[in-house]
């Protein structure tokens, strides 16, 4: 039996979709990009590699079930920033219910690490929310749940601080924190799309890497090529924009994600997992930040 398969991406238009989308194009893979605005530059980027862009949204359960018709595998993500828990948990309950009515043969589904460990944060919850409905649907599942993503260091809303010789992130400075690229996301579901049945039923915590903010600012420091310092943003200065992300920075001082990272490398020997310090190295960071580049 071939093991090149159909496979539905949720989420295309974004960072994590986008790199399970590409992933799997280049496996050799079929893909079906779901979007709501076929004209976005990353939908349009995977059109050129070889996708199928359809054009839906999880608000239309037929729309979503049209997309998965004839699929053997879907990847299901959400949004809770934009729709919020009670808009995330029903898209994402609306969504899987169509994926798994149009009889696709693997849900992969991704969640975030730690949501089903009752953490009481709210975007951890809604999405546990919907894994439980995903687990009751009959459908063979695999829970892929990331860690934070390396990205958010080089992410819009970052940038400044970075210019001005600063990497904030919501953890105390020497507490370890474990991350991961979006381009390891997208190794791992493709691998998880092609174990099948070998991962039915499993749910894993991913992450690449694990390093202290100190430790990430060094880094930092090094292939930007001046000097960075890290600062711990307080869950009370959070507080005043999010609660979300309060409890979030809360939790990060007192527990913290666990993933079992040298298990994951040797479970799946074959993701190119990348390290704090692999990922920095890859971003132009002349270009996004408009200093000189450093000389790593």
């Given amino acids: 039996m071939s093991n090149k398969h159909t496979v539905l991406v949720t989420g295309a238009s974004g960072k994590q979709g986008y790199s399970v989308a590409e992933a799997l194009l280049k496996r050799g893979h079929k893909v079906r990009a779901l979007t709501r605005n076929a004209g976005n530059a990353a939908v349009r980027s995977l059109a050129d590699k070889g996708a199928e862009i359809i054009t839906g949204n999880f608000e239309n359960r037929d729309s979503v079930a049209r997309a998965a018709k004839g699929a053997d595998a879907a990847f299901l993500m959400g949004n809770f920033y934009e729709a919020g828990a009670e808009g995330e948990i029903r898209q994402g309950v609306t969504a899987a219910a169509a994926i798994a009515a149009a009889g696709v043969g693997h849900l ?7 949501a ?3 953490t009481g944060i709210p975007h951890f919850d809604s999405k546990f929310e919907i894994e439980r409905h995903i687990a009751g649907l009959g459908v063979p599942y695999t829970i892929a749940a990331p860690v934070a993503f390396m990205e958010n260091a080089a992410a819009p809303w970052s940038v400044d601080g970075l210019r001005n010789g600063v990497h904030a992130f919501l953890a105390p400075a020497g507490t370890p924190m474990q991350l991961i690229a979006t381009g390891d996301i997208g190794a791992f579901v493709a691998r998880l799309v092609e174990r099948r049945s070998g991962v039915f039923g499993r749910r894993y915590d991913i992450a690449a890497d694990e390093l202290t903010g100190t430790a990430q600012a060094e880094a930092l420091s090094r292939f930007i090529g001046r000097p960075i310092a890290y600062h711990a943003v307080s869950p009370a200065m959070v507080r005043q924009q999010s609660e979300d992300q309060a409890l979030m920075a809360e939790w990060f001082e007192r527990v913290g994600y666990t993933a ?4 994951l490398r040797k479970e799946f020997a074959d993701v190119q997992w ?18 000189p580049a450093a000389v790593a």
Avoid: F
Avoid at 260 to 263: H, K, N
């Fill in 274 to 291: 990348q390290s704090y310090e692999d990922w920095a190295r890859q971003v132009d960071w002349s270009r996004l930040l408009a200093i």
């Fill in 260 to 263: 079992d990272i040298p298990g």
């Fill in 108 to 114: 992969i589904y991704s969640s975030v690490a730690s």
């Fill in 116 to 118: 089903n460990r009752s």
